[in-house]
């Protein structure tokens, strides 16, 4: 399990590369990687503050709650905070498996609660404004789909 | 004397990202209702609970927990990651 | 849309950074690796036969199948046939779209489809013997959770 | 005249990967009957035809499709990409 908070940016292949290499039994590997995007237009950087000490935690906790669901032989998260330019990583997870589905559904499984339950906090800088991204109600019904 | 942090907008309407607070609350709803009653930018900040989320000693809990043994309170929106 | 059929090795962190980037309205990127696993310990290699002429002809299909259903900025599959060492990747997919749920879906929808009905067979080489990988009715059931 | 191509182990039961065959099948469960009634390695390819997919042209089909225009037909088992 390795989980990383960094204000430095990360090169997401080498990350997949180094998370990937060297595994005999593992069949499946399942990144996702989340982007600064520009959503309106206009998008100047993304800002991302983060409570530390809990941030660490947090993750850490998300992170076994999924070793624990599914039978993953290594899962990463890399999350940065600080501001972000537009198309540049903010983050990735990475999930190994031996089967396909398991890395699928853990790391579908680590986004949503990545989103909505690690102190992160998203503000978009435009040229206009600067404006404190919003949670939606999207975000939090999918951690029901968890909850059975 | 409690530690209370704030994050986001929540920082922004109080002016500080931490402070420390002489308090008797015996939960969080005490010590926002004593914040509030404070200055005008807390009264802004809480204005509406249910936007916000609270962490006692960094976890993530409720408006109605207890104080009692908490070093450090924080207030923040809901939170944006991934 | 890029569709790659190929008996080269291929580097998945290199490709997952060149399908990323340099996208402004992209906020989430997901890729899969399928890797040679050593199943029951002794094996040597993979060996893919696959139909030249169909296997392009079925993965594009497949991914038009998967642009039309969701909102896509971009896909990727790349598959490899001949020859694998254990540990090297099989091959990949990779989805980009504005937001994470439709990134996921389609990748878990293109990795359904391609393990089903896109013409390659698997054969496992160790010391003992050689045996070709059966499909499992596992297989046919995860096209069912599509067909909505 | 039909191409005829088989693909993993029913190539190697059949032991070519492909020939032409003359044919007056009308669909692909008359061709196999006509198949099967020549060699034993044909009879042990095509034993059982739950466990085989058939392409017309390239293009996954069905046993009871009818050969009419059709230039190449393939057989092979349950496909195990991925």
């Known amino acids: ?148 | 004397m409690i530690e209370v942090v704030y994050f986001a907008w929540v920082r922004e309407r109080i002016g500080v990202p931490r402070e420390s607070v002489e308090t008797e609350a015996a939960t969080v709803a005490d010590l926002v209702e004593e914040l509030r009653g404070r200055e005008k930018r807390y009264a802004a900040a809480f204005a509406d609970v249910s936007a916000l989320r609270v962490a006692l000693d960094q976890e993530l809990s409720e408006f109605d927990a207890a104080l009692e043994g908490v070093r450090e309170v924080a207030f923040f929106p809901p939170m944006t990651g991934g």
């Not at chain 1, 989340?34 to 000490?53: A, F, N, S």
């Not at chain 1, 290594?74 to 190994?96: C, E, K, N, S, Y």
């Not at chain 1, 589905?101 to 790391?107: L, S």
């Open chain 1, 1 to 148: 399990m390795r989980v990383r908070v960094q204000e430095a940016p990360f090169d997401a292949g080498a990350e997949l590369d180094a998370f990937t290499h060297g595994r005999r039994e593992v069949g499946a590997v399942v990144s996702f990687t989340g982007i600064v995007r520009d959503t309106k237009g206009g998008l100047i950087r993304m800002e991302i503050e983060h409570y530390p000490g809990m941030t660490e935690k947090a993750i850490a906790g998300i992170a076994e709650q999924a070793m624990v669901r599914w039978d993953l032989a290594d899962l990463l998260v890399i999350h940065r905070h600080g501001p972000l330019p537009v198309g540049q990583p903010i983050m990735m997870v990475a999930t190994a498996a031996a089967h396909r589905r398991a890395a699928f559904e853990a790391a579908d499984y680590l986004m949503d609660y990545l989103k909505s339950r690690a102190p992160f906090w998203k503000k978009e800088v435009t040229e206009a404004d600067e404006a404190w991204v919003e949670a939606t109600p999207e975000d939090e019904d999918a951690l029901s789909r968890w909850q059975r």
